[in-house]
């Protein structure tokens, strides 16, 4: 069920997307015109609502020691993707599943290794669950930034430098 959100909403969602770790309540409400209090109750909100489904580090898996990253395609009968994407996810490597709503190549497992081995250890893993693993995929970059709101209002009017 979608969840009623004005500008102020769109706005404070805007701003935790760019940089969730740094934008204070107080931070937030002088870049939105309201009150830090008021900012509060809003983020509790859209916690309480389910529009923030949580909080993630960013991580620069290169740097941590994993340098591959390969994303790896795969089909999986629709009765079986729910329980199979929670087995995935158990997998150690795998850092994040995308379900699709195609019929074919609909799962996504995005995965990390130090080394071709590791990789192909997971390939073998999600193989034995019953995945028909049709593409892998070493990725160079991945890029992420926040929701707009079909142009109602810009960067600068959020706070954030355009």
């Not at 934008?23 to 309480?48: F, Y």
């Not at 990725?139 to 709101?149: A, H, K, T, Y």
Request: charged share 30%; glycine share 10%; proline share 2%.
């Amino acid at each position: 069920m979608a969840v009623s959100l004005d500008d102020i909403d769109r706005r404070i969602l805007r701003l935790l997307q760019t940089d969730g770790r740094h934008n204070t309540n107080a931070a937030i409400s002088d870049r939105v015109g309201v009150s830090p209090s008021t900012v509060g109750k809003r983020i509790a909100r859209l916690e309480e609502t389910g529009v923030i489904t949580g909080y993630r580090s960013e991580v620069d898996y290169e740097r941590a020691g994993y340098p591959l990253e390969m994303l790896i395609t795969c089909t999986v009968g629709i009765a079986d993707r729910e329980c199979l994407v929670e087995q995935a996810l158990d997998i150690d490597g795998v850092v994040s599943v995308r379900e699709l709503m195609t019929g074919s190549e609909n799962v996504h497992v995005l995965v990390v290794g130090t080394s071709k081995s590791d990789i192909i250890r997971i390939a073998h893993r999600l193989d034995a669950l019953n995945f028909d693993v049709t593409d892998e995929t070493l990725l160079r970059s991945e890029f992420f930034g926040p929701v707009g709101d079909g142009g109602r209002w810009t960067d600068s009017e959020a706070g954030t430098p355009e």
